[in-house]
Nanobody, 126 residues
Framework: QLQLVESGGGLVQPGGSLRLSCAAS????????IGWFRQAPGKEREGVSC????????NYLDSVKGRFTISRDNAKNTVYLQMDSLKPEDTAVYYC???????????????????WGQGTQVTVSS
């Protein structure tokens, strides 16, 4: 069974940090670009960051540039999202998703990904 499982969410104070993990089972991430998305209550799901299959190309939502860092460890079949300097407006359910692609050096921030995880809650509040 193909699965993506997110972990690492939780409650953190403004200015704090969290590291989200996205682990794949049942398939290898070697041929998948990975995206992180989030959805806050009453808002549409939006792309936060993505990383190419090679790991050499990344994209970020403007509001998280300089604060979030995406990375991947193909040996562990896992992708990470390091989130620093968190703000209350970062509060949302965070999802990872996998996009099968033969393009090694690009990734998309659209919602048209092949596989999705179940999400992990991130709450930034004092």
């Amino acid at each position: 069974q193909l699965q993506l499982v997110e972990s690492g969410g939780g409650l953190v104070q403004p200015g704090g940090s969290l590291r989200l993990s996205c682990a794949a089972s049942g398939f290898t991430l070697d041929y998948f670009a990975i995206g992180w998305f989030r959805q806050a209550p009453g808002k549409e799901r939006e792309g936060v960051s993505c990383i190419s299959t090679s790991g050499g190309s990344t994209n970020y939502l403007d509001s998280v540039k300089g604060r979030f860092t995406i990375s991947r460890d193909n040996a562990k079949n896992t992708v990470y999202l390091q989130m620093d300097s968190l703000k209350p407006e970062d509060t949302a359910v965070y999802y990872c998703a996998a996009d099968f692609t033969t393009e090694q050096h690009m990734c998309r921030m659209t919602l048209r990904y092949d596989y999705w995880g179940q999400g992990t809650q991130v709450t930034v509040s004092s």
